[in-house]
């Protein structure tokens, strides 16, 4: 074997992530820096400063300051608008992880935000109701749309065996076509092409708050997802529907002979599933945005799976990943400005760290046999 | 009637050559979620190999056109060949690794667009023109009533898919081969007591898949945008996969599911026409082929299942 030739590599792969209680995290992480090296190495074929394009990615989501600033910009207002992005990015991965755990694809991620955000729009967005009506309000539509629209899905699947990946890529169409068709001919802007603004007192991210000498965009969905992400760790760990669902998720069979009502546990977890779409979408469309594009489904829904995946779909996981995924999207913007690096060099990049992170299960086999061999 | 059936079917034929190359990958039992990246990154090589040699043929040629083809066929089942390095090699998660594929696809063939426009032919610009592909009408068979409109203006693409899809057809279900793919995806420890090795035949199958995605995606950039731009990623592929579910992982019950939605949508369109309803209706209408897809699985998906060992990494010593 080529053991002898390169021992101290080895012995520092195995160091650091042979250790069987570490790797269930370590090994994402030595993905991730082998994924970021990757980037780095493509960057600099590209003729730019690699380090320079990833501190720009930082400095672009309020996590490094940047050399200038606009007036009433700084850091701290990078930051929140980085968090406002984050929200929508959360609570889609929760969505995509629940139903992962019942042994449901919900591909549907990106449609049940939008008719979510689209019914808070309409109902509240456009109301004149008091902020502090309107703004639990528009929480309460989206997850009920959203948890309605996975229900369907769940039941079709528990009563009519249809499949939910094509059921939910169906809805995702009907949504969009059904939506735009509103949008174009009821609420369009005649020049933004887009739904109406939403009004401030239904808006889940307070705009241009003025703190100190900045003005900020102060993102409350934040605070809503942290009490998702609890909630979702809670209902899997502590509860019994939570037990079901795993149940259900590892062995359909197994779950059905331990007494388990499959059917009803499914259609459970797909509407805890698309609540929490439900409320990616009142945070992506009444928050993040203030608006409606037409004829758009936006890629957060299939974002969400990966960067699910990436999380090792468990909850706390799954903090971690959006933060990254988010870094990447978020910053790309000022990294082309600021290093000319294009941005798609950045979801390059991100295609490039799941691309690594899937073969976390290989990496794990390999270390493991190398320790068996020394 | 005429118009339903000339649209309908070529918007149903592209969606169907990408299906069945699902159909493969998914019947050796490997998931396929990367049909709409395989299909972009098929269309940009021969959107770009057409834009290259463009100027040594004269306008009207055709000869581009199939040039196109061919290396779309070739760049998917280049790209595929990602996807079955992960899953038969890297053992990746099959869901994730297509998903990664789409992202990936999106972002490389974007960015190289971009790059390509602004290093070689000195313009800013993120797609490639390519026109629409001439049209041919069959002498005699056209005239035959109603049914003749199935051999009026087609697109030369049309009889080339057909062609592949009975070769397709025969190659899965009446050769040795088609029955090693088949069983690879139910019992594939059966397939390796025979004696023959399931990677094979699965890294096969993935790139026969990626080669007829490929192919499906530059037949859409040639037809409905007559360019290569990110409008090629506007989920022909989620739709194939759809069909092929549909279809129950079977080549004949899939054909019937892409014509539905063909017909749907052509009719759709020509419904908004005639009775001159604004444009905006058309939207509302666009909706058919999904809802009736919705409502027809209803009542024929009770016996649907996929194969047995879908998505499963193969792994020798489990039993």
New interface residues.
């Given amino acids: 074997m080529k053991k002898n030739k390169n021992g101290i590599i080895h012995k520092v792969i195995l160091q650091t992530i042979g250790h069987e209680k570490r790797q269930h995290y370590m090994i994402p992480v030595f993905t991730i820096l082998l994924s970021l090296i990757f980037g780095a190495i493509v960057i600099a074929l590209l003729g730019s400063n690699p380090f320079k394009a990833y501190y720009n990615l930082l400095q672009g989501s309020g996590l490094a300051p940047k050399a200038s600033y606009a007036g009433h910009k700084g850091i701290i207002t990078d930051f929140t608008s980085f968090l406002n992005a984050l929200t929508p990015m959360l609570f889609a991965a929760l969505a995509v992880l629940i139903a992962l755990k019942a042994g449901l694809f919900n591909i549907g991620v990106s449609g049940q935000m939008l008719a979510a955000g689209f019914t808070a729009t309409v109902l509240i967005g456009y109301s004149t109701l008091p902020a502090i009506v309107a703004k639990p309000l528009v929480v309460l539509i989206g997850f009920v749309i959203g948890a309605l629209a996975g229900a369907v899905v769940g039941f079709l699947k528990h009563r009519f065996n249809i499949n939910e990946v094509v059921s939910t890529i169906m809805f995702n169409y009907i949504f969009q076509y059904v939506v735009s068709f509103l949008i174009n001919t009821f609420y369009v802007d005649p020049v933004s092409r887009q739904s109406k603004n939403v009004g401030a007192s239904g808006r889940l991210t307070l705009v241009d708050v003025v703190i100190g000498d900045y003005k900020m965009d102060i993102p409350l969905g934040i605070l809503l997802a942290a009490v998702g992400i609890a909630v979702t760790a809670f209902i899997m760990n502590k509860t019994i529907l939570g037990f079901e669902i795993k149940a259900v998720g590892s062995s359909m069979r197994a779950a059905e002979y331990a007494g388990i009502q499959v059917g009803r546990t499914r259609v459970l977890a797909m509407m805890l599933s698309g609540g929490f779409a439900g409320l990616a979408g009142v945070t992506y469309y009444m928050g993040y945005f203030a608006s409606i594009q037409p004829k758009v489904l936006v890629s957060t829904g299939y974002d969400a799976i990966a960067v699910a995946l990436l999380g090792n779909s468990s909850p706390i996981g799954i903090i971690f990943s959006s933060f990254l995924i988010t870094v990447i999207s978020k910053g790309s913007t000022y990294m082309n400005s600021a290093s000319g690096v294009q941005a798609e060099i950045a979801s390059a990049i991100t295609g490039i760290i799941l691309l690594f992170s899937a073969c976390g299960a290989y990496v794990k086999y390999k270390v493991n046999r190398w320790k068996e061999d020394n | 009637m005429n118009t339903i059936i000339i649209d309908g079917l070529s918007f149903a034929l592209p969606l169907f050559i990408m299906a069945i190359g699902g159909i493969y990958c998914e019947r050796s039992g490997i998931t396929n ?1 990367a049909i709409e990246g395989l299909q972009g990154f098929g269309a940009f090589c021969g959107a770009l190999f057409a834009v290259c040699i463009a100027q040594y043929f004269a306008g009207n040629s055709p000869i581009p056109f199939y040039l196109a083809m061919l290396f779309a066929f070739l760049g998917g089942m280049l790209f595929s060949l ?1 996807h079955a390095m ?1 899953c038969i ?5 099959q ?3 297509g ?2 594929i ?3 696809a ?3 063939t ?2 190289m667009t ?2 390509i426009n602004a290093s070689i032919f000195g313009a800013a610009s993120n797609k490639f023109v390519l026109g629409v592909s001439a049209r041919i009408t069959v002498p005699v068979l056209s005239q035959i009533p109603v049914l003749g409109a199935v051999f009026t203006n087609l697109y030369p693409f049309e009889i080339v898919i057909a062609v592949i899809a009975v070769i397709a057809w025969y190659v899965l279900y009446k050769t040795r081969f088609g029955l090693h793919l088949r069983a690879c995806g139910d019992n594939p420890h059966a397939v390796d007591a025979a004696g023959i090795e399931v990677s094979r035949v699965r890294l096969i199958a993935v790139m026969a898949s990626g080669a007829l995605s490929g192919l499906g995606g530059i037949c859409f950039a040639y037809s409905i945008s007559a360019n290569f731009s990110s409008n090629i990623y506007s ?1 022909y592929g ?2 194939a ?2 069909a092929l ?2 279809g129950n992982w079977k080549i004949m019950p899939t054909l019937g599911a892409c014509l539905l939605f063909g017909f749907a949508r052509s009719g759709g369109y020509e419904l908004v026409k005639i009775l001159e309803m604004p444009s ?2 058309q ?2 209408v ?2 058919l ?3 009736l ?2 409502l027809m ?2 009542f024929f ?2 016996k ?1 299942h ?1 194969p047995k060992a879908l998505g499963e ?1 193969y792994d020798k010593g489990a039993r």
Avoid: R
């Fill in positions: 979620l990602l992960l090699k890297f053992k990746a998660n869901v994730i690794s998903v990664v789409n992202i990936l999106m972002a490389l974007e960015f971009k790059q989920g989620y739709l996969i759809a579910i549909f905006s209706y939207d509302l666009m909706v082929p999904y809802v897809t919705l699985l209803i998906s009770k649907n996929s990494i």
